[in-house]
């Protein structure tokens, strides 16, 4: 079956199992430590080809890369956006905090429209409301950071979601390079979507060319398995169990990692990373989960606040002792319901989904933007160069890997990212996010 065929047909049987429900934790309250942080030394890390031996993925949610960097000097962005009864209207400036857009998988089919990017018109809010708030974008001087660091720098403007559809499955490739056959997230909220959730928790997927609903919790090799194999530290820190975004933990849906030993020793809570990073803790691979209110995702906090997070926690990568030896990818899990004028390739019928943006951030990095295609698993893939380690699947294969973002010549400066003065939000605003929306 072709794939545009094929997401036609998934999307139109997913409209009648898709939920957006509502959760019963208000939003922000995953920031405590969960016990004591350890006693920790730095990590020994060996093995690497190249001067990387530190590789840290912050994974945020729910942005376009037109949404961010539509305007951005010499990136492949827009000024301006087509809708489905083919009009052309200026994006409008990015408001900080706002109403939550329907992203699932039948909203990124609309919107992908077959490749003519002109369906968010005729997707609703999560409120089921008509909206055109899909059309905005970060005007200069609304996301200084974010911008600065793609300026100091490398940004590139040709990296897509692995999958055209919502959190989970995204989040999954981020650390095994599959989806495991799913197609959107699971029927519940994001306390626990992996396999330690409640006995009634399902998401579809595919199998045998249907749409079945199976427990998220996959039998399904990872990066952090492979790097076990061979010794070398990883972790992944998040929201703690039951938290608002705990769901986000991908490991949490990988079986081998989750029901063993495994997750115990390299899954940790969020409250942890400050503990470690001022012993001089990071490990060879980390993935970096937000708190919700601090993710980026519309429906929460504010945008500024989300990004002055991010501000607080690369700064303080950069000031550790190996930060010579280290790169952060910085990117967004999917598209959020943002508009992006680019139509994403199609690799197989799983994806690829909407334009995201990713940040490189290293002194390796090669300054500038960089226009090769990559998804989530170029990420990998470069990881498994860096390490000697197999590629862990055909998508994986296909991907182009985010190596040819290094140089090796010449190491950048640090440059330190401004943290900022938040604009306060209204009653009236808070009021208007939806905030309460489950955000899948």
């Not at 490749?115 to 909206?131: H, I, L, N, R, Y």
């Not at 495994?262 to 990373?273: E, I, Q």
Request: overall charge negative.
């Amino acid at each position: 079956m072709q794939p545009i065929a094929w997401r036609a047909l998934a999307a139109a049987a997913l409209v009648a199992v898709l939920i957006v429900g509502r959760s019963s934790v208000e939003p922000g309250l995953v920031v405590a430590t969960v016990g004591k942080a350890p006693d920790r030394r730095p990590a020994v890390i060996h093995g690497a080809r190249t001067p990387i031996r530190h590789i840290v993925f912050i994974v945020k949610e729910n942005r376009s890369y037109d949404s961010l960097f539509g305007l951005f000097p010499g990136g492949d962005g827009t000024r301006t956006g087509r809708t489905a009864d083919g009009r052309v209207m200026p994006l409008r400036p990015l408001q900080d905090v706002q109403t939550d857009l329907q992203h699932n998988h039948h909203a990124a089919v609309t919107d992908i429209a077959g490749g003519a990017m002109d369906g968010f018109s005729e997707v609703p809010d999560k409120d089921g409301k008509p909206t055109m708030l899909a059309y905005s974008t970060s005007f200069p001087g609304q996301t200084p950071a974010y911008w600065g660091w793609a300026r100091h720098f490398e940004l590139s403007d040709h990296t897509f979601s692995s999958g055209d559809t919502s959190s989970f499955p995204n989040h999954l490739y981020t650390v095994a390079a599959t989806g495991a056959g799913s197609v959107d997230g699971p029927n519940f909220g994001v306390e626990n979507w992996g396999c330690d959730g409640p006995v009634n928790l399902s998401v579809p997927v595919i199998r045998h060319d249907e749409i079945v609903h199976v427990r998220p919790c996959f039998a399904v090799d990872s990066i952090g398995a492979q790097l076990d194999r061979r010794g070398i530290p990883w972790s992944e820190y998040g929201p703690p169990e039951n938290g608002h975004g705990y769901g986000w933990v991908a490991y949490d849906a990988v079986k081998p990692i989750r029901e063993s030993s495994s997750y115990a020793r390299h899954v940790f809570p969020l409250g942890w990373l400050p503990s470690d990073l001022d012993q001089n803790y990071l490990a060879a691979v980390t993935w970096i989960v937000p708190p919700y209110n601090r993710s980026d995702h519309p429906g929460g906090a504010s945008l500024c606040e989300g990004e002055n997070w991010t501000v607080d926690l690369v700064n303080r990568i950069m000031r550790l002792p190996d930060w010579r030896h280290t790169a952060i990818v910085l990117t967004w899990d999917e598209w959020g319901g943002f508009y992006d004028h680019v139509p994403p390739p199609q690799p197989d019928r799983f994806g690829l989904g909407v334009r995201v943006p990713m940040v490189i951030i290293s002194p390796w990095a090669k300054q500038g933007v960089v226009h090769t295609t990559y998804d989530f698993t170029s990420v990998l893939k470069f990881i498994d160069e860096d390490f000697g380690m197999p590629i862990l699947s055909e998508r994986e294969q296909q991907a182009n890997s985010i190596r040819d973002a290094f140089q090796f010549s010449r190491p950048l400066p640090r440059w330190t990212a401004p943290m900022r003065d938040c604009p306060p939000a209204s009653a009236a605003e808070l009021a208007a996010t939806g905030r309460n929306i489950d955000p899948s």
